[in-house]
């Protein structure tokens, strides 16, 4: 079902791109293959990321069930970022991208 708003896609390519395809998306996608992270080691990896589009693109992921956000009540509050098995399935695509990227062109 098609987000209010947005148009319906019939090319799974293109369903992917919607999802994955804005800039840092990948990047927090392939830092989370390495397990749970908090957001502020999120921030620190990703070197040029602003606080608030890192905050976007994970509650992007999290409404695509790629990522799920666990909240611990705690002053000051403490988040960790963790991968759905939705989001697991895409280590292959990164996997591939990274070793399509590693050779001599």
Not at 8 to 35: F, H, M, Q, Y
Not at 37 to 49: A, E, K, M, N, Y
Not at 65 to 84: A, M, R
Request: positive net charge; charged residues 25%.
């Amino acid at each position: 079902m098609p987000r209010k708003g947005k148009k319906s896609v019939s090319c799974p390519v293109e369903a992917t791109l919607n999802i994955i395809g804005k800039k840092w998306t990948i990047l927090i996608i392939r830092d989370l293959l390495t397990g749970t992270q908090r957001w502020s080691d999120l921030l620190r990896s990703l070197v040029g990321i602003s606080p608030r589009t890192l905050a976007a693109r994970l509650d992007e992921l999290a409404e695509h069930h790629i990522v799920k956000k666990k909240i611990y009540p705690v002053i000051p509050p403490h988040t960790e970022y963790s991968l759905t098995a939705r989001g697991k399935d895409l280590h292959f695509i990164i996997d591939q991208m990274s070793r399509w990227g590693a050779q001599e062109h």
